[in-house]
């Protein structure tokens, strides 16, 4: 019995080794199994996470390919039909991009005006033959420099600088927006416009800098003011004959003559008047538009100067029954102004409102002080400026179409307007038809004038 018993216990230990074995190898072979099929099923995942990653960095020349029918199988199909769709429309993409680059690239070059495009770091991105020629610099020259480096004007530099920190187009006068470049011995001028680009309401791409040659126009310009001023000083000299011999008529045959040559005499003086103050107007108007006008700019009181012109139109406000009224206080600040051009703009203000005004009507001249400059008015209760007149009333020759208009010139506003630009000034009309009008023009105060004078120095 005790051999019996041994011998089953040593076939027991041998059996427990066995299973042992047998069950050690099972898990072996279990998890070689099951790390080739994990292989097997990550490896496709795997090649599709690295070609996704291949075309979110934009190369979609790729092709997945697994042999499997199963669902994976399914999954790389799929996956080859969207990549085919994503090249096929990267394809129609880029070539749309370059067909509208270069149809913008043929528009820009074929424009006669000169375009400058500047991005957001004041570099020249672009630009068109007719804006190179402008510049006198090739136009692979142009790219991708400063501004300043290819205009070379620090004028035009602030308006662009000014356009692109605001965002919206630089409000410049007419006459300043002209840009001129030496070519030679000749000069070009082009007038200038500045425009902002936007790719969404709240991002600016740059700006656009347009220049249109306006050399011709100036030429044209400058020949016919010097014709006028050269035509109205040869009519000074026949004018005034004809003016002296026509008072000596007046003085010595008035009474001799028959009541029709005296009408006819009459109004031959007056026509000889209007003639004379239309030369004037020229004369003026030209000498102020070519800058030589000389201005003596100094402090003068507008209370004082106001009441001057108040007085010398006494008479002809006693005439018409119209009351004059002053709004200028005393202790107004004073202005650095010419006080005979501002008199003469205030004579010809009250004299158009006094023309226009029925008898018994009001005048208010009024002024006030507001910021760095003062704005003095000119109100009347007369029949007002029809609405299709008052964006040109300022130019030349322009009246207002009415009876009462009889004997101007044209003129008269159109200096006015350029006295007090020549005064760093500004000149409005507001007027409701019916309700009479009020023309507005301001000067800039002493104390800001004098400031401005010693920055400069």
Known sequence: MFKASERARHIAKRAIWSM????????????????????????????????????????????????????????????????KKLRTYRALNINQIMAEKQKSDAIIRSIDDGIVVVDNEFKVTDVNPTAAKALNIESGQLQNKHFLEVVKNEILFNYVKQSIETGLPPSIEERKAIFTVEQGEKQRHYQFSITPVRGKPDSLLGVVLLLRDVTRMAELDRLKSEFVMTASHELRTPLTSIGMSIKLLLERTMEKLNEKDRQLLLAAHED???????????????????????????????????????GILENQTAEKHIHLTLEVPQNLTDVKADANKITWVLTNL??????????????????????????????????????????????????????????????????????????????WVDSTPGEGSTFTFTLPAAEKVLHEVSYDL
Do not use: W
């Open 20 to 83: 042992m074995i047998i069950g050690s190898a099972a898990i072996i072979i279990g998890l070689g199994f099951s790390v080739i099929l994990s292989n097997l099923l990550v490896r496709p995942v795997r090649q599709m996470k690295e070609a996704t990653q291949k075309i979110s960095e934009g190369n979609y020349d790729i092709d997945f390919s697994i042999s499997a029918s199963d669902e994976l199988g399914g999954l790389a199909n799929e996956f080859n039909a969207m990549v």
């Open 272 to 310: 000889l008047q209007r003639l004379k103050k239309l030369v004037r107007n020229l004369l003026d108007l030209s000498k102020i538009e070519g800058g030589k006008m000389e201005m003596e700019f100094e402090d003068i009181s507008l209370h004082r100067l106001c009441q001057d012109v108040a």
């Open 350 to 427: 009250i004299t158009n409102a006094l023309r226009y005004t029925e008898n018994g009507g009001s005048i208010r001249l009024s002024a006030d002080h507001r910021g760095p400059y003062v704005h003095v008015s000119v109100s009347d209760n007369g029949p007002g400026i029809p609405l299709e007149d008052q964006s040109r009333i300022f130019d030349k020759f322009v009246q207002i179409k009415s009876d009462k208009a009889l004997g101007g010139s044209g003129l008269g506003l159109t200096i006015c307007k350029e006295i007090i630009r020549a005064h760093c000034g500004t000149i």
